[in-house]
């Protein structure tokens, strides 16, 4: 809305104008159509072979307002703990490129996302002998079932204390928890397990960054103390105590004061030998043979997740605006979820055709947004709009974008604006 006139949008698109109300529409539309434009753009996308394996994570975006059909209080990825929420799930071919967005209650556990996604592969998107690749925690049992049922293969992760509950059992041992990758085979499961120096070398520096945080608070109470004479010992303790339990180290970290009022910090090293022991260690978990994925493979395309971590990065910007959510309808709520999925899809094809310029597609569109239209005003009405010769690296970029632009644009003079006084059905929107 804010931005229709200034970019010419009634022109461009040959409209007469346009309101709040024809955008809620519009996105009810979307919503209705989702699954016939998912279906058509996944069709053009794999016209001749389907893609043998699936990306999928969720995510979480916070909302305005509490009114919202599908709004619900749940794990906050967003880091805002007061705010209500919706739980997105994002379906994506190997490459990264979503093939279906999903809107669900905002209290709804990534694993219960699961079933919706795998009846998506099979009756939208073809089915067959696929894989399914999913995070750590939303492949359980439940859904492991529900994917060989449907002759589905999976690759997955799997948490750090069902690696402990193996390693109990005998499975695997520490030992095999190197830079280099190792696998085991139990009966029909096979298991990749990685120890990453770089990430195991970062938990410990973290480890030792809150340590340090709690021997300078230790130094402040004492410091208090015997500025104070007269200052409760017990109360230092418990806020002490707090703070060690909100840094998640008390496994290993206590709080102790001598007769001499006194406080200091006793470290359990067996115990923080203990915690440290799986500082950077993974285990995959796959169902496929080693004929049909090597150990390598199966790593790599695990790794492949992070292209669906991306999109939910690059869709959380200010430019695409997937959050903050003001719509409150359902239908609303979902249209907008797909509309943010398809501006994604554009933003990777420019990344894709302007790699060669080495700018981000952030770049580009600044450089774009300098070529302006002049209005061209005839006996005091709108005439046209004519677009002048773009400077050399503008064309490029229009050039690499496969883009015609036209000389001359009818003017209608089409003003977009927002409704003074919004009516009360826009609450309902």
């Given at each position: 809305m804010r931005l229709a006139t200034r970019h010419a949008g009634c022109d461009l698109l040959g409209l007469e104008g346009f309101d709040e109300d024809d955008l809620y529409s519009n996105l009810a539309w979307l919503s209705e159509q989702q699954r016939r434009i998912e279906t058509r753009l996944f069709e053009a996308l794999h016209p001749a072979e389907k893609p043998a394996l699936f990306l999928y994570d969720v995510t979480s975006s916070y909302l305005e307002g509490s009114q919202n059909q599908l709004g619900a209080f749940g794990y906050n990825r967003d880091g805002k703990r007061a705010k209500m929420q919706i739980v997105l799930g994002l379906l994506c071919n190997p490459s990264g490129t979503p093939l279906s967005i999903e809107v669900f209650a905002g209290n709804i556990s990534d694993p219960k996302t699961v079933a919706s996604q795998i009846k998506k592969v099979?009756?939208?998107?073809?089915?067959?002998?696929?894989?399914?690749?999913?995070?750590?925690?939303?492949?359980?049992?439940?859904?492991?079932?529900?994917?060989?049922?449907?002759?589905?293969?999976?690759?997955?992760?799997?948490?750090?204390?069902?690696?402990?509950?193996?390693?109990?059992?005998?499975?695997?041992?520490?030992?095999?928890?190197?830079?280099?990758?190792?696998?085991v085979i139990e009966e029909t499961v096979r298991y990749v397990v990685r120890r990453n120096p770089k990430?195991?070398?970062?938990?410990e520096a973290?480890?030792?960054?809150?340590?340090?945080?709690?021997?300078?608070?230790?130094?402040?109470?004492?410091?208090?103390?015997?500025?104070?004479?007269r200052a409760s010992l017990q109360t230092r303790i418990k806020a002490l105590s707090k703070a060690v339990e909100k840094l998640k180290v008390q496994t290993w970290v206590g709080v102790k004061a001598a007769e001499t009022r006194l406080l200091t910090l006793e470290i359990d090293q067996q115990a923080r030998d203990e915690e440290a022991k799986l500082d950077g260690c993974y285990v995959l978990k796959t169902d496929l043979k080693a004929e049909q994925a090597s150990k390598e493979v199966v790593h790599e395309r695990y790794k492949d997740l992070a292209l669906v971590e991306q999109a939910f990065r690059t869709s959380k910007t200010v430019q695409l605006?997937?959050?903050?959510?003001?719509?409150?309808?359902?239908?609303?709520?979902?249209?907008?979820?797909?509309?943010?999925?398809l501006a994604y899809r554009l933003v990777q094809a420019l990344a894709r055709r302007w790699r060669e310029v080495d700018l981000t597609v952030q770049e580009g569109l600044q450089q774009l947004s300098t070529l302006c239209a002049i209005e061209v005003v005839v006996g005091g009405q709108n005439a046209c709009l004519r677009i002048p010769e773009p400077s050399a690296d503008v064309?490029?970029?229009?050039?690499?974008?496969?883009?015609?632009?036209?000389?001359?644009?009818?003017?209608?003079?089409v003003k977009v604006a927002t409704?003074?006084?919004?009516?009360?059905?826009?609450?309902t929107r």
């Open positions: 099979v009756r939208q998107f073809g089915g067959g002998e696929v894989t399914f690749v999913g995070d750590r925690g939303m492949l359980k049992g439940a859904q492991l079932e529900q994917l060989i049922q449907e002759g589905f293969h999976y690759i997955t992760a799997i948490t750090k204390p069902q690696i402990d509950v193996l390693l109990k059992a005998g499975v695997f041992q520490m030992e095999l928890f190197d830079e280099s990758l190792a696998e990430r195991a070398a970062e938990i973290t480890r030792a960054d809150k340590l340090l945080r709690l021997q300078q608070k230790v130094k402040e109470a004492n410091d208090y103390l015997n500025a104070h004479p605006e997937m959050r903050p959510i003001h719509v409150r309808r359902e239908v609303s709520t979902r249209g907008h979820a797909l509309v943010v999925m064309a490029r970029l229009i050039e690499l974008a496969r883009v015609r632009l036209p000389k001359i644009l009818r003017s209608g003079g409704k003074k006084k919004l009516p009360k059905s826009r609450t």
